[in-house]
């Protein structure tokens, strides 16, 4: 199937072939024509599919119709909600490169950034916006944003919305858009939560999915190293200077550990970045920028702030901590071999992690290949340290010595 067989325009057509896509991704060809037929969607897809495509494509196409309303009598016509600021950006991104031989202009606000050049960009008038759910309600209630015209509705990343705590934003949104809308829902996972909002906010949906929702690429080689804890960062470097080549993204699981992790890198002379939720937009950007234009070799980020990576030549994905979520493991291997390219995924695991594998092994329906031959084995006996809770040196309910003697005190 070719994209001319979806029935999209002609302006669409020339700005996906200047992109260089000839035919469309799976998740694609499934929703394209539903969209176009104004039906609600709930679809199941991991990033790296092209799911962004899947709803920009169709949604520009409806508004295009009506595009020739002067500037300043823009309404906003499609809104677009994004758990995150980085993946907010990536969308705003796909939507100006597919929107280019068109008169439709869309937009991206979102928290941690001045909020007066949001305002500014708002006023001139915008047919789409893309936003993250704290500023969106902010601006709203500021009247900068009227969501009477909304005709439909994207809530991207849906799980990680519930998982950030989004859920009451976003109801609050969907309550404020108007009842006769097209509402579409995009997640990796369909956990419980996920399936209830979609029942309360989406009318008699079409489903899409694509794979399961546990699937890892086959272009991915999965391999698994058991090292000490303490040994982690030995066994990166070790990696680094023999095996691992090419642009590099390790995950870390706290902010603090993606800082320690830098410094020792950038000591042993490796170009580095490094993306978190405590760095301002700004530098988070930058990061990224550097990463996508080979400036620097390696990028290391907690989850959260990965979800917005969509860079295509990713050599290998770093698991430098164990996700406890076994689905967030599927998220970050997905980062590499995407767009039918090879990747590998290398995974650390401490003994405390253990049970973390058992439960990413289950999900994925796959053993993982566990590498012997490394400098810093784990010893196979070795169990998970318990920390014991230190106890008050303080006894409970002691007294003073004055107050056993009930003296009367002066004050």
């Known amino acids: 199937m070719s ?134 309600l902010d601006l709203h209630k500021q009247d900068f944003i009227n969501l009477d015209y909304i005709e439909t509705l994207v809530l991207d990343e849906a799980d990680l919305m519930l998982d950030m705590g989004f859920i009451d934003d976003v109801k609050k949104v969907e309550r404020l858009c108007p009842e006769e809308k097209q509402t579409l829902l995009f997640s990796a996972t369909m956990p419980y939560k996920v399936e209830q909002l979609a029942e309360t906010i989406l009318n008699n949906p079409r489903r899409v999915e694509v794979s399961q929702n546990s699937s890892t690429s086959k272009n991915v080689n999965q391999a698994l190293y058991y090292v000490p804890k303490p040994q982690k960062i030995e066994l990166c470097l070790h990696l680094l200077r023999n095996t691992i080549n090419g642009r590099i993204i390790i995950f870390r699981r706290t902010k603090y550990g993606v800082d320690k992790l830098e410094q020792t890198l950038l000591k042993n002379n490796y170009k580095v970045e490094s993306i978190h939720g405590d760095k301002s937009q700004t530098l988070r950007q930058e990061a990224l920028s550097n990463f996508k234009k080979n400036k620097v070799d390696i990028l290391i980020a907690t989850d959260v702030a990965a979800r917005g990576i969509d860079v295509d030549d990713v050599d290998a994905v770093v698991n430098f901590d164990m996700p406890n979520i076994p689905e967030t493991y599927v998220h970050r291997i997905g980062r590499t071999a995407r767009a039918g390219n090879t990747g590998t995924a290398y995974s650390f695991c401490s003994a405390d992690e253990k049970e973390y594998i058992k439960n990413i092994q289950q999900l994925i329906n796959l053993q993982l290949d566990v590498v012997e031959e490394h400098p810093y084995p784990l010893d196979p006996k070795a169990k998970a340290p318990v920390h014991k809770k230190q106890g008050s040196k303080y006894k409970k309910g002691r007294k003073s010595e004055a107050s056993k003697k009930k003296k009367k005190r002066w004050y």
Do not use: C, M, W
């Open 3 to 136: 994209f001319k067989d979806l029935k999209l325009n002609r302006p669409l057509l020339r700005a996906i072939a200047e992109k260089g896509y000839d035919n469309p991704t799976l998740i694609q060809e499934r929703t394209i024509p539903l969209v176009l037929d104004k039906k609600d969607v709930i679809a199941s897809a991991q990033t790296g599919t092209g799911k962004t495509a899947a709803f920009a494509l169709p949604i520009l196409q409806l508004l295009y119709d009506k595009q020739d309303s002067a500037k300043n009598q823009k309404k906003i016509r499609a809104l677009i909600i994004s758990p995150t600021r980085e993946l907010a950006i990536q969308i705003q991104e796909n939507f100006e490169e597919y929107a280019t031989h068109t008169n439709l202009k869309s937009a991206v606000i979102f928290g941690g950034a001045s909020i007066e050049p949001q305002k500014d960009i708002l006023k001139k008038g915008i047919d789409i916006l893309i936003a993250t759910p704290g500023r969106l």
